[in-house]
């Protein structure tokens, strides 16, 4: 009986301060999201698919695929996320409205979108034709809706002229074809899709509307970056490592994209050519799109350099960039 | 004198599942209701009186038999046959007036026509100051007298009444048994009326038809020659009372199903 | 309406405008009524998106509810007295409504979109089939509960088909007729949101309004327009109950 008795002892002590160490020991469970089939967020299947987090010692757990960038931003203001590969507007703005608390640590891509119109039977030969015309895009406030208002308002057009429309990408190519729309403004690889499909061809590319611009970044939540600030420093060493892993290895960069878009190998090809892979951050960049988002009315900003000052932490790429 | 209503064979079957089980309303009826008559009809609870006036204003089918109206043979809904419903039958969703005028709608009479008619029976039936209420807004007897205004400015050349005053209470009941006495002294309308209660048979009829439990037959007719007005409390009054209570007790013996 | 029944609404915005003040309900998760009313005033004077005023998603939501719902009327009340009188009828149409009915409008959104394209056709659809089916059935059960004396009372007086049909019938299954259009535009009304999701060429409608204000994180203006949409729900309702008490005064 007395052994038992130790035993049971034994047993619960291990069990309630045991399994305590092996928490703290190990690390936190990183719930991130990406957006589905967008070849931007190429690296981070290729950190994925290559252990570049369990390497760096971060525990990455997918918790969402979703359709556009504010569904993400969305998820985290419910506090489902701690990380994500998102466009650098709809974060913005989330931030700027006070629905979601996250930083951005490092930058993802620059370029990479395309505005897409019919290949056969159409009458749109530049953007000023769009008048009038039915443009889907991802969503409001996404990267593409920016470049496409953008461009718009670049070719002195008034953005009531065109009649924009909300399509999940996924359902543009389908759209673009039994000609419910005339034209969409997608991230590759759907712009090439429609290409290979013989269904569209791009009317511009994102290169031609603002050239360098930036697109998706990586950002953290804030709260989490103040309680696991080593864990993000992993995740991005990771990024960092799967940006020039896909520089260098092409071919198995391709592969892996084939895989995570589920999408021919000479779509995934084109649309990675059309994508530039980077970390840098652009401060300028991001001030431009504060700038536009509150002409449109999208957010509004008391002290907007502020604003910018607060949203880019840049520090965490300079010290893994410096090592 | 002229023949009205003329019922020769009347028989009456429900169909049912297995062919033995057929229920035999009527075996054989027939009866005559001559012009101007006021011919009662009693005869024990489910006894077939309702289905045979129905039958009449065409809304149950003859199985064989015939009935014929002045020589006319009847088949199906006629505007010559006209029916007070003991439920009185009033449409809810009409006032007073249009519930008054509908037989003349049908018929096809202009509206300023069919008002002022209506109006007539208004008057003649003291229904004055009721013309734009709704029938749920009436009393029984009134809802009753409204029945019977709409049946009769019609012109049909039989009024059927099955059970009118049933849903009445007893004061109300003999108020409208005069009245609808005062009406038919004036009108001389042929009246075939269905009752179970035989003091009013008695009061109200020219003849009466005393009918059998199932298979339903005309056990007997009476002819009532009581003066009108008639006392209800009369000898003569309470020995035909007596022998058609009689009657009926002693058919009794075999209950209907 | 008396002054007790707007108290528990009341109550419950100033429960809400404490917790929120307080901090227990963070500002992120759920706003405070009076930003709310900010968000509510922003939808009237800029819009969501900006540029795209209160008034005129109302009036375009309005407009397609209106759509579905007329040809929802214009179908189902003679259908449904059709099914009514006619057993034949009814045998024939129940097993067909009562596969279809169960399936929400939402899920038609695909079939609607391929049938009719992006845009307001194809939401005034989804809130005609919402509509459809209350307005439906509620005229068959009206057509079907009137006493039957009283047809019987009108063949006695020799009425004809047509008589029976305008003068009985129709009268007859008013106050059911009147329950399922209420009913339905209810439904309607409440799928208009949903329906407007699948896209509208203009750009406006208040689901299309609410849409906007999710991607742009803008959850004050979210509520506020989910209090529009509620509150006009709840005006038409209010008008329908008064054109039912007028004109079924004889119930």
Known sequence: ?323 | ?257 | MSWKRLLPPVVLLLVWQGLSASGVIPEYKLPSPVAVAAGLLDLIRTGMPPGHRLHVHIYYSVQRVLWGYALALLAAIPLGIFMGWSRTLRNLMEPLVEMIRPVPPLAWIPLAILWFGIGGKSAAFIIFLGAFFPILLNTVSGVRSIDPVLIEAARVLNAGRRFIFLKVLVPGSVPSILTGMRIGIGIGWMTLVAAEFTGVKQGYGLGYMIMTARDIQRSDEIIAGMMVIGLIGLGIDACLRLAEQHLVKWR
């Not at chain 2, 009134?142 to 039989?158: D, E």
């Open chain 1, 1 to 323: 009986m007395k052994r038992l008795m130790t035993a049971a002892m034994l047993f619960t002590l291990v069990a309630m301060f045991g399994t305590d160490t092996w928490a703290q020991s190990s690390a936190p469970p990183v719930r991130m999201a990406y957006l589905q089939s967008d070849i931007h967020h190429l690296a981070l299947w290729v950190a994925l698919e290559k252990g570049f987090f369990k390497v760096n010692g971060a525990d990455v757990e997918v918790k969402g695929v979703f359709k556009a960038g504010p569904e993400i931003m969305t998820a985290f203001a419910a506090g489902e996320l701690d990380m994500a590969y998102v466009g650098e507007a709809p974060s913005t703005t989330a931030v700027a409205n006070k629905a979601a608390k996250v930083v951005v640590v490092s930058q993802v891509n620059t370029e990479g979108s395309a505005l897409v119109v019919a290949k056969k039977k159409t009458n749109i030969k530049n953007l000023t034709d769009l008048q009038g015309k039915t443009v889907a895009v991802p969503g409001h406030s996404t990267v593409q809706d920016f470049l496409l208002r953008r461009a718009l308002r670049g070719s002195g057009m008034a953005l009531e002229q065109v009649n924009i429309i909300v399509l999940k990408p996924p359902e543009m190519i389908g759209a673009l074809r039994i000609g419910q729309v005339d034209a969409f403004i997608a991230w590759e690889p759907y712009p090439s899709k429609a290409d290979t499909m013989s269904v569209g061809r791009n009317l511009a590319t994102s290169k031609e509307m603002w050239p360098g611009h930036p697109c998706c970044v990586l950002v953290s939540d804030r709260g989490f970056l103040d309680r696991h600030p080593e864990t993000v420093v992993a995740v991005v060493k990771s990024h960092v490592q799967a940006t020039e892993y896909i520089h260098r290895n092409p071919e198995d960069a391709v592969k892996i994209g084939i895989k995570y878009t589920g999408m021919d190998e000479a779509t995934v090809r084109q649309a990675v050519q059309n994508v530039t892979y980077t970390y840098e951050l652009s401060l300028q960049g991001e001030k431009e799109y504060v700038q536009f988002l509150s002409e449109l009315g999208y957010i509004r900003l008391d002290n907007p350099d502020g604003f910018v000052d607060q949203f880019i932490n840049p520090d965490i790429l300079k010290g893994i960039l410096s090592q």
């Open chain 2, 1 to 257: 004198m002229a023949l009205s209503l003329e019922i020769s064979g009347l028989k009456k079957v429900y169909p049912s599942v297995a062919p033995d089980d057929n229920v035999q309303v009527f075996d054989r009826i027939d009866c005559i209701v001559e012009k101007g008559q006021f011919l009662t009809i009693v005869g024990p609870s489910g006894c077939g009186k309702t289905t045979l006036l129905r039958m009449i204003a065409g809304l149950e089918e003859v199985t064989s038999g015939e009935i014929r109206l002045d020589g006319e043979r009847l088949n199906g809904c006629n505007e010559k046959v006209g029916m007070v419903f003991q439920e009185y039958a009033l449409f809810p969703w009409r006032k007073l007036l249009p519930n008054i005028e509908v037989g003349l709608e049908i018929k096809g009479v202009p509206a300023k026509e069919r008002r002022a008619e209506a109006m007539e029976y208004v008057r003649a039936f003291g229904l004055e100051g009721f013309e734009n209420k709704y029938p749920k807004e009436l009393s029984g007897g009134m809802k009753q007298r409204v029945a019977i205004a709409r049946t009769l400015i019609a012109n049909p050349q039989i009024v059927l009444m099955d059970e009118p005053f049933g849903s009445l209470d007893s004061q109300t009941r003999n108020t409208m048994q005069n009245f609808l006495l005062k009406i038919w002294t004036e009108r001389k309308d042929t009246v075939l009326f269905v009752t179970h209660n035989v003091d009013e048979a008695v009061y109200l009829s020219d003849r009466i038809a005393v009918l059998s439990p199932r298979p339903t037959k005309i056990l007997k007719v009476f002819d009532v020659n009581l003066d009108r007005p008639r006392d209800r409390t009369s000898r003569e009054a309470n020995r035909l009372r007596r022998e058609i209570l009689a009657l009926l007790e002693h058919s009794e013996q075999y209950p209907c199903q």
